[in-house]
Nanobody, 128 residues
């Protein structure tokens, strides 16, 4: 079965940068569209970014546009979330998600139900 494992979270100060990684195993990574979501305490899970199977198309949510970038390295079976200019409101558990079902080569998979597999999450805490 497919396993997704996030890493790279931690405690940082506002304005800092952080790169999250998600390593995939148990499936053909290059077949999957990938996404990042986050969930703050007491809030619903929020879309952060999505990327197509080949990395040609990517998209990030309005709340992080201009600060976050999603990318992938299929040779390493890994998807990344580069976060810059972090703000306290970015504090959340960040989840990696994968879609292995049929897909179009676009980056508009923004809903939790669009994905088949999820990692356990990694905590990002941004202090002011």
């Amino acid at each position: 079965q497919v396993h997704l494992v996030e890493s790279g979270g931690g405690l940082v100060q506002a304005g800092d940068s952080l790169r999250l990684s998600c390593a995939a195993s148990g499936g053909t990574f290059s077949n999957a569209a990938m996404g990042w979501f986050r969930q703050a305490l007491g809030k619903e899970r929020e879309f952060v970014g999505a990327i197509t199977w080949n990395g040609v198309n990517s998209y990030v949510g309005d709340s992080v546009k201009g600060r976050f970038t999603i990318s992938r390295d299929n040779a390493k079976n890994t998807v990344y979330l580069q976060m810059k200019s972090l703000k306290p409101e970015d504090t959340a558990v960040y989840y990696c998600a994968g879609r292995w079902r049929t897909q179009w080569n676009v980056a508009y998979y923004t809903q939790t139900d669009d994905y088949d597999y999820w990692g356990q999450g990694t905590q990002v805490t941004v202090s002011s």
